[in-house]
């Protein structure tokens, strides 16, 4: 019932695709485009320059992009271990509704703004500008949704298998290797993706608290913006929009097998 | 009533600890910037900071701009709501084969990992007065120079900041709705109605609309909020006066002029109580305590 069928279908298919694909598509043939202006619907020429600029070192990219995988790499590999264990406290407790409004918490602020009225408290702490404090500054978002995330798997079922184990003689170590970590196992992987996407494409928040000093990919797309030069722009998006979205196509499940909170 | 968890299960102390390093990593720090934005804002904190007064509030009472800004992203916001459901819900019922198999299946998961700093170049690229629109039309023989394209970047009706929202958006909500309509067997559902001497309108008024709304009420107010503090989109593609909340914010908080700092931050506290009630209205009936 109300699925578009042939031509309809055709047209309706065709156009979500062009409207998911466009910038996966506009963004590499801009970062390869040697001389693109109007009126021209296609480049002129393609030139690789730009990608070898990035190749060679001769651009700060290559060193950017790695700082934003090394930032992004710590949040999610932090922040899951700990979400996975603090929402097992919140679905135990007795004031689970309460500490899970809490941890909604940071997502009642944006990024930006949450920046401005944290700035003071990570200078006095002489964390701005440096990577601990980006770091620490990304893991409140990335924490607080990874606590969102687990709260669901802490459930009766899971409760009554670990209580079973303990029924039967074993530990809380062989409670947790040997039953929580292999059911969780896909969960974890889902949120340290998820984690990662949240740090890799964080701009507001890495603007104010890294204060200029850590550069990360979102703000060098910015910076290239800003210099008017859009085939850079390009290559940094490009850098920053195809490694999760080609991990996405060979792994759709990691992304929406469950509800989980926007932005 | 009677908790399901035994005593012996629920105190831990790994847990508790992990749960504490969030209190201090997320929640203290946001306790911390609320209080400092507040004694700012009442003259108790920073450089200006002479003793109370709340000369800011008042002064900021009489101006128009922050109360303009939180009323243009409120709008901006509830347009690109608006128009995300409604292509979400026609996605994903006109597409529900679609959706779980061939190329479409594919594609449609690649926004979600689109960053908004792209999402915002990529519309500037696409709809400014030489970008690839531009081109079209020019190709098309509609307009002969850039000048002669509609403004939508930096216009006043938002239309690029709106298209760049609704490129991060609408691929969720397809896939979300695409999930609902699976799980909540919308398709026997809807059949009942028909049985049952319903029309297909009725279908999507009493069955399909109610239920969608349920099922993503906070997932709405989530995406809401989203794009009511979104920065990086409006930054590149927005108008300049009124800007919307988070330009408006960055733009007092980093101005030479000391005397516009506190204004940033009753800017910032007004979005927080905006967003605060928002999102408790949201959560209001939402089961947060249910047993899973």
């Known amino acids: 019932m109300f699925e578009a069928r042939g031509v309809r279908g055709a047209l309706l298919g065709a156009s979500l695709v062009a409207f998911c694909a466009a910038p996966f598509v506009l963004m590499p043939l801009l970062s390869l485009a040697g001389d693109w202006s109007f009126p021209d619907l296609a480049p002129g020429t393609l030139s690789p320059r730009a990608w070898l600029d990035f190749l060679g070192g001769n651009n700060p990219v290559g060193r950017v992009l790695l700082r934003s995988s090394l930032i992004s790499l710590v949040v999610a590999a932090s922040c899951t271990p700990i979400g996975f264990l603090a929402a097992r406290f919140v679905a135990y407790d007795r004031g689970r509704k309460r500490w899970l409004l809490l941890a909604y918490a940071p997502y009642a602020f944006s990024p930006v703004i949450l920046g401005t009225c944290l700035l003071f408290l990570y200078l006095r702490l002489n964390l701005a500008g440096t990577l601990t404090g980006v770091i620490l500054a990304q893991s409140m978002f990335a924490l607080a949704f990874a606590i969102v995330f687990f709260v669901p798997f802490w459930n009766r079922r899971v409760l009554a298998m670990e209580e079973l184990v303990y029924t039967l003689g074993g530990t809380r170590l062989q409670a947790f290797t040997r039953v929580l970590l292999p059911l969780s196992r896909e969960l974890l992987l889902i949120c340290f993706f998820q984690c990662f996407l949240i740090s890799w494409t964080q701009y507001g928040l890495t603007l104010l608290i890294g204060a200029g000093k850590v550069q990360t990919l979102p703000l060098m797309v910015f910076e290239y913006v800003n210099e008017a030069n859009p085939y850079y722009a390009a290559l940094a998006s490009s850098l920053l929009i195809l490694p999760p979205a080609l991990f996405i196509v060979f792994n759709r499940r990691l992304v929406f097998t469950r509800e989980r909170p926007a932005g | ?292």
Do not use: N
């Open chain 2, 1 to 292: 009533m009677k908790s399901w968890v035994s005593e012996r299960l629920r105190h831990r102390g790994w847990e508790a600890s992990a749960f504490a390093i969030y209190l201090v990593v997320g929640v203290l720090p946001i306790a911390a910037g609320l209080i400092y934005a507040l004694a700012y804002s009442v003259g108790l904190a920073g450089l200006l900071g002479k003793g109370f007064t709340l000369a800011h509030w008042t002064s900021l009472a009489g101006q128009a701009e922050v109360w303009l800004s939180l009323l243009t992203s409120a709008l901006i916001a509830a347009a690109t709501m608006f128009l995300t459901l409604l292509a979400g819900a026609c996605f994903a019922l006109g597409l529900r084969t679609r959706l779980r198999q061939g190329v479409v299946a594919y594609v449609v998961y690649f926004p979600l990992a689109l960053p908004a700093t792209v999402a915002a170049f990529f519309v500037f690229q696409a709809l400014s007065d030489a970008g690839l629109l531009a081109r079209v039309f020019h190709a098309l023989g509609f307009i002969r120079r850039p000048g002669e394209f509609p403004a939508m970047i930096h216009d006043s009706w938002s239309l690029g900041v709106i298209a760049a929202f609704l490129i991060l958006s609408v691929p969720y909500f397809t896939l979300f709705f695409s999930q609902v309509y699976r799980t909540e067997h919308l398709e026997e559902l809807c059949r009942l109605t028909l049985t049952l001497g319903g029309k297909r309108r009725d279908c999507l008024r009493r069955v399909i609309g109610p239920i969608f709304w349920r099922r993503g009420r906070s997932h709405i107010v989530l995406w809401f909020i989203a794009m009511f503090g979104g920065y990086e989109i409006p930054l590149l593609l927005g108008r300049q006066t009124p800007q919307m909340i988070s330009v408006l914010t960055m733009r007092k908080y980093q101005m030479f002029d000391l005397a516009s700092k506190p204004q940033a931050f009753i800017a910032a506290l007004l979005y927080f109580a905006i967003v605060s009630l928002l999102m408790l209205w949201a959560f209001r009936d939402e089961r947060l305590d249910r047993d899973v």
